[in-house]
């Protein structure tokens, strides 16, 4: 039996990362869980070694060596065979005092540092190539880059600019940054909205704004790749939904195949970031084509894999038992 263990970094209530949890220990596969931003230093507590005649060495003398405990488990740093960087809590920013924001540098550089440099782990995927994934120019720019089809798009602090774009084509606005918002005591989001010329007016100065030409769509198209995999859903919303996520409950999904060529462009996207996941999201126009238009470097997958019966679970699962052996 394979004892290498598999990190897995979330926070606290993740039904996602249960899912992925229980398969693991379904296959006997040693799982140590914890949230770095909730429960360290308080409940983790680690020890790592690197450097010429250090007494926790790997065995090819590469590499962090060491221990890392949370609640009743330990992990040798050096053996870890996977980590699954899933939903983390950022690191807490120390606050107002001199020291706390001392600490809690020294926190994410140090922990997260050790995290992030472990010999011969697989990573799902790396938290400095999911944060860089996460900037929509880059995304776009990458997307174009491997083929797939972008529509018209302008980044931009200038009303004039964004004035003239929303005149000469249907477009819409959205966020350059999916956070999470509140509205009177209740989480919300901002959608992709359509937006005309009419609506544009000196507020677009106060920060950089994205637009978009309005994709004439039929539907939509989830895809989750997974290593080497693709799992795809079309998901038809009511007419004239500009935005999916904001009519959850009166979505319809089945399941698609990936069409020719497309596998192979997601595969190259994700490894000009290295990814090992990602969640992309396309515009299917009526004559079957599939336009770009993001990709989460993080995103959810459960719902969508128990809607059209995608077994992301189940792939998820065999990269990070199959992960890179940590002395090869």
């Not at 107002?96 to 011969?120: D, H, I, K, S, Y």
């Not at 979505?251 to 994700?270: K, N, S």
């Amino acid at each position: 039996m394979d004892g290498r263990p598999v990190l897995v970094c979330t926070e606290h209530e993740d039904a996602t990362a249960d899912l992925v949890i229980a398969e693991l220990n379904r296959r006997r596969v040693p799982v140590l869980r914890f949230d770095p931003g909730q429960n360290f230093p308080a409940r983790v507590v680690f020890a790592a070694r690197t450097g010429a005649g250090s007494a926790s060495r790997t065995t090819s003398g590469r590499g962090w060596g060491g221990w890392l405990a949370a609640g009743e488990r330990t992990a040798d740093l050096s053996a870890v065979r996977a980590l699954y960087h899933r939903r983390p809590s950022p690191y807490p920013t120390g606050g107002a005092e001199q020291t706390g924001r001392f600490a809690a540098q020294e926190n994410r550089r140090g922990l997260g540092g050790v995290l992030g440099a472990l010999p011969g782990c697989l990573y799902l995927s790396h938290p400095q190539a999911i944060a860089r994934a996460e900037y929509k120019p880059a995304q776009l720019e990458a997307a174009a880059r491997v083929g797939l089809t972008v529509p018209a798009t302008l980044i931009t602090n200038d009303p004039t600019e964004a004035k003239a774009f929303c005149a000469a084509q249907s477009a819409i606005y959205k966020p350059l940054h999916a956070g999470a918002y509140d509205i009177k005591g209740e989480p919300a989001g901002i959608w992709a909205a359509p937006v005309g010329a009419d609506e544009i007016d000196g507020a677009v100065g106060h920060s950089a704004h994205l637009f978009q030409a309005r994709v004439p769509k039929v539907a939509d198209i989830r895809a989750v790749v997974v290593g080497g995999q693709v799992f795809s859903a079309r998901i038809t919303a009511p007419p004239g939904v500009v935005d999916w996520r904001a009519e959850y409950r009166s979505l319809t999904y089945e399941p698609v195949a990936c069409p020719d060529g497309m596998r192979e462009a997601l595969i190259r996207f994700l490894a000009d970031f290295g990814l090992n996941f990602g969640a992309f999201d396309f515009a299917v126009t009526a004559d079957g084509g599939w336009w770009f238009l993001e990709c989460n470097p993080n995103g959810q997958w459960a719902w969508i894999e128990d809607a059209a019966g995608l077994p992301i679970t189940t792939a998820i699962a065999d990269l990070l038992e199959n992960g890179e052996h940590p002395h090869a």
